[in-house]
């Protein structure tokens, strides 16, 4: 038995026939091939798959696909418009805000999420809002810093943080 | 080594991998698709301990799907890198909780899901060891009763008819008799759990044979020549029919080192010819099923005269090795020719041995066994001064190894081994050491940490560069980088030597057995040091050909011409000309062409290193350099609850030249972190009886997050260049993590007179010491 979902995913709508047991993070790796989120332990701890469903932070593993039908998703891949990245990704970069590179898609867009609900975050909210993404080879250091940077970046050019 | 200028070594040049890993374009295993690909279920032991009497396959087999399954009796071969201890699947008996008993692979994961359930297993269970002490016991069990008869590097001596899997004994000296000499003597334990990397991509490889027999493995690791040659021994093929490619690897940290799932997906895809066979572990068993790092059992006895200097030093390391030491007996090596740390230790008795359990597989983790040791060490070197009543800081800076002093193994150091003096010195002012300051439930402590690379003396490393046809450079690499930056400082080297624009090199991924250069290992902290070097070679040959072909162009002399900014340039006349006009030979006006297509392969191997002697593990020089380095910390603890706040480290290494500001800096925090993580938090937890795992998720298993990192983090570097490093440049990578504990338990004593020597310095154990402490010392 499947279900006939529409999810608008990077500004494109995607309808498919899915299993009620997909979950959103396996639609969008092998059914659209956004592999992009990651699966770091299929049980919601350490935020590798996050995506922004309608603006907020989700781990896509805990989400089913069918509870996405009609939704908006952003996934890393939607970040960048024609080849010009977004700030935040910039930031990562002349941060050295990573290493490995499998936990920066759910950092980077858990911060997006932050900053669309806060664009002017302390550190200690930066902290909280990112502690559900593990990152094992960077001690955070340079991901704290980034997202500071790109925050002050944000607000400086007044565009909003968020898609 | 030069005092030459650089232009690109030293700066912050982008990292090269970071467009695509910003933007998800980045592919790792897990991301790859294969036509038709099968999806494997690994069965597990679930006993620690057992004889295997019978493994059934049939209902498996006959499950709707199923298109391949395997156990010991298909592939009785032997696998491992030091020690050929292990076997694809379980043969006559299982020696952890995790270990894989048969595998099935299906066309859907439900479908082997349901034949993995449906594999019958006759277990007659053993006697359970997790301790090394019963593992010493006399009369023991045997986990692995043909020890004797494995296949085992030479350099290696495990012990048939026990549990002892290696057994390094350093020999310097005379301690006994120094020891009568000394004014104060002091004897410590220290002990250091299981604990697990926790890289966040597990370990997951894809494999296919193809109708011709050729065997190809897509995988997560950090070694692609190891898993090749480790492939191709197990099961007796060929090398140049094995291929394996890496792609991007989302964390190793030593865990994907050497070769893990490899030979299950192999195994499985010989029996599924023509099919991709895809194996990996879940969250919970990467905490147990593959390797671990292993625990250790500490006991030093250290001798001192009254001016504070050690005479008299004897170290016994007993490694918890687990169920198989293929791997982990070089961690027991290594711990060895290292027993005494930064210091210099004239009369020294030192025993490293490695023991059997029935824990999960000890193995490379970042450090090799280095935190551990220090772990003791370090502290064993701030009680002693205070048994004597001697600041620890100028008690580490009297006894410390430099130029001139020998190590454990008799090897003298010299002016290029690097300097622990500095890196104390630095640690201790940034951290205001011997200012007088003493605030209530704060304090301070320094811990050293040195490390060589742990390696087969012939380890080698080799690249090829060639050119595109506009002029770019592109440079083929087999060290992976595994997040450290390698490709970034390979482009570096290319483009210094070659005097490119930074944004003419490209380094290729993946790295591939069938067409990239071979490369031993991405592990021991050697990658920047003999890839970088490698490239260097490969740059001046580039670099030669480039002039010669120049020099007829220009009918000049080639030692008077020079590379600038992607051209050869005449300084004399000024002429010049792009290397889009040479690298693919070079065109006279008359139509007649010279040279040809750039290109140059270049190799690194250490010279120079003698074997130890088996007996007392002298040797003027075992391994290929030395990097050391210091960590201070600042603690704040609540003297109530037990709870303490790491709020400041600072470290110091002596790396030689600093390729790359910013990624140096990242990756020493990062090995802070991950020290800061197995010192206050980390340990794998098993059933003291079933020895089966009781915290295997990330739920009750923490590692550090944003919530849990100091305040402050701070890395400082030194440069005594390395004789032999490519612009002097040493390795870094693991030594970030090995000071970082036994920093944060001085500081605890420093802030409370509170030491905890079983790592990890819970807020539990803290609790406990002070209300300890309270009941020997009654408040007036």
């Given amino acids: ?163 | 080594m030069s005092d030459k200028p650089t232009r690109w070594v030293g700066t912050e040049v982008p990292r090269v991998d970071g467009l695509e890993k910003v933007t998800g374009a980045a592919r790792y295993t897990g991301d790859l698709k294969f036509p038709r690909m099968l999806h494997a279920v690994v069965v597990r032991s679930p006993h620690a301990h057992a004889r295997v009497r019978d493994v059934r396959l049939e209902q498996a087999a006959r499950v709707p799907g199923v298109r391949a399954v395997a156990c010991g009796k298909d592939f009785p071969f032997h696998v491992g890198i030091y020690l050929k201890d292990q076997t694809v699947f379980a043969t006559d008996r299982v020696r952890y909780v995790g270990d894989p008993v048969a595998a099935v692979a299906a066309e859907t994961p439900e479908a082997a899901r349901e034949a993995a359930a449906r594999v019958e297993v006759d277990y007659e269970p053993l006697p359970v060891i997790l301790d090394v002490a019963d593992g010493m016991a006399p009369g023991a069990t045997l986990v692995h009763p043909d020890l004797g008869s494995y296949e085992c590097v030479p350099w290696i001596t495990p012990k048939g008819g026990s549990n002892v899997c290696n057994h390094l004994k350093v020999r310097k000296g005379d301690y006994e008799a120094a020891l009568r000499r000394c004014a104060h003597v002091v004897e410590r334990s220290f002990s250091v759990p299981q604990v697990q990397h926790v890289p966040i991509e597990g370990h997951i490889s894809v494999a296919r044979m193809d109708g011709a027999g050729k065997l190809e493995v897509y995988t997560s690791a950090q070694s692609p020549f190891t898993v090749r040659h480790l492939l191709s021994a197990c099961f007796k093929l060929p090398h140049g029919d094995v291929r394996v490619v890496v792609p991007h690897v989302g964390g190793g940290f030593g865990g994907k080192a050497g070769i893990n799932l490899e030979p299950i997906a192999a195994a499985l895809a010989m029996k599924a010819r023509g099919r991709w066979v895809r194996v990996l572990v879940d969250r919970s068993e990467e905490f147990y099923a593959v390797v671990v790092r292993q625990g250790l059992e500490a006991t030093l006895v250290t001798g001192v005269d009254k001016q504070g200097k050690v005479l008299a030093q004897k170290l016994l390391y007993l490694w918890n090795c687990g169920g198989y030491g293929g791997y982990g007996v070089n961690v027991v090596r290594a711990a060895g020719y290292t027993c005494g740390g930064a210091y210099e230790f004239p009369n020294l008795w030192g025993d490293s041995i490695g023991v059997y359990t029935n824990r999960p597989v000890g193995s490379a983790y970042r450090g090799f066994g280095m935190q551990e040791i220090h772990w003791a060490l370090e502290q064993q070197m701030t009680m002693v001064a205070q048994e004597i009543g001697m600041d620890p800081v100028e008690f580490r800076l009297r006894n410390c190894l430099g130029p001139g002093k020998s190590t454990v193994t008799g090897q003298v150091l010299d002016e290029h081994s690097g300097r622990i003096d500095l890196c104390i010195r630095k640690v201790a002012e940034e951290l205001g050491w011997g200012d007088g300051r003493k605030e209530p439930n704060r304090g301070r402590g320094i811990a050293c940490a040195v490390k060589a690379p742990a390696m087969p003396n012939d380890a080698a490393s080799s690249v090829l560069l060639k050119f595109c046809e506009d002029g770019m450079l592109e440079v083929l690499i087999s060290g992976i980088d595994i997040g450290q930056g390698l490709k970034t400082v390979a482009a570096q080297f290319a483009a210094e030597a070659l005097d490119l624009p930074f944004d003419k090199v490209r380094v290729r991924g993946l790295p591939d057995t069938d067409l990239s250069p071979y490369d031993w290992q991405t592990v021991a902290s050697r990658q920047t040091w003999a890839t970088g070097n490698a490239v260097l070679r490969a740059a001046e040959n580039c670099k030669q050909q480039l002039l010669g072909m120049a020099s007829r162009a220009f009918d000049a002399p080639a030692s008077r011409l020079r590379l600038a900014n992607g051209t050869v340039l005449d300084p004399e006349t000024g002429r010049s000309l792009p290397f889009e006009r040479l690298v693919m030979g070079y065109q006279f006006d008359d139509g007649h062409t010279i040279g040809g297509p750039v290109a140059a392969a270049a190799s690194f191997i250490p010279e120079g290193l003698i074997f130890l002697d088996p007996e007392t593990s002298q040797s003027p020089k075992p391994v290929a350099k030395w990097t050391f380095g210091a960590q201070g910390v600042e603690v704040r603890v609540d003297p109530e609850t037990g709870q303490f706040t790491v709020e400041r480290i600072v470290g110091c290494y002596d790396v030689g030249k600093v390729v790359h500001p910013s990624l140096i800096r990242g990756q020493t925090y990062g090995g802070m972190i991950q020290g800061l993580g197995t010192g206050v938090m980390e340990e794998l937890l098993l059933d003291p009886q079933t020895g089966r795992p009781r915290n295997a998720s990330l739920t009750d298993y923490k590692i550090p997050t944003t919530e849990d990192i100091p305040e402050k983090l701070e890395a400082h570097f030194v440069e005594t260049p390395q004789a032999d490093g490519p612009l002097g440049a040493r390795g870094v990578g693991e030594h970030t993590m090995i000071p970082t504990p036994a920093a944060i338990s001085d500081a605890l004593f420093d802030a409370c007179g509170i030491r905890v020597t079983r790592m990890p310095i819970t807020a539990e154990k803290v609790r406990a010491a002070l209300q300890a402490k309270k009941k020997e010392q009654p408040t007036p």
């Fill in chain 1, 1 to 163: 038995m499947t279900q006939r979902i529409t999810v608008r995913v990077n500004g494109i709508p995607e309808t498919a026939e899915v299993a009620p047991d997909r979950t959103l993070l396996t639609f969008l790796r092998e059914d659209l091939d956004l592999t992009g989120a990651k699966e770091g332990c299929n049980e919601g701890e350490c935020g590798a798959c996050v995506v922004l469903v309608d603006r907020k932070p989700i781990n896509a593993c805990l989400m089913l696909a069918v509870e996405a039908d009609g939704r908006e998703v952003v996934t890393i891949e939607g970040l960048a418009k024609d080849g010009v990245l977004h700030p935040l990704q910039r930031k990562f970069l002349e941060h050295q805000a990573l290493q490995c590179g499998f936990c920066t898609p759910g950092m980077i867009l858990t911060t997006l999420g932050l900053l669309a609900e806060n664009p002017s975050p302390s550190e200690g909210e930066v902290r909280r809002a990112l502690s559900g993404n593990l990152c094992r080879c960077t001690g955070y250091r340079q991901i704290l810093d980034a997202v500071q940077d790109a925050a002050a970046e944000l607000r400086g050019t007044g565009k909003g943080a968020a898609r």
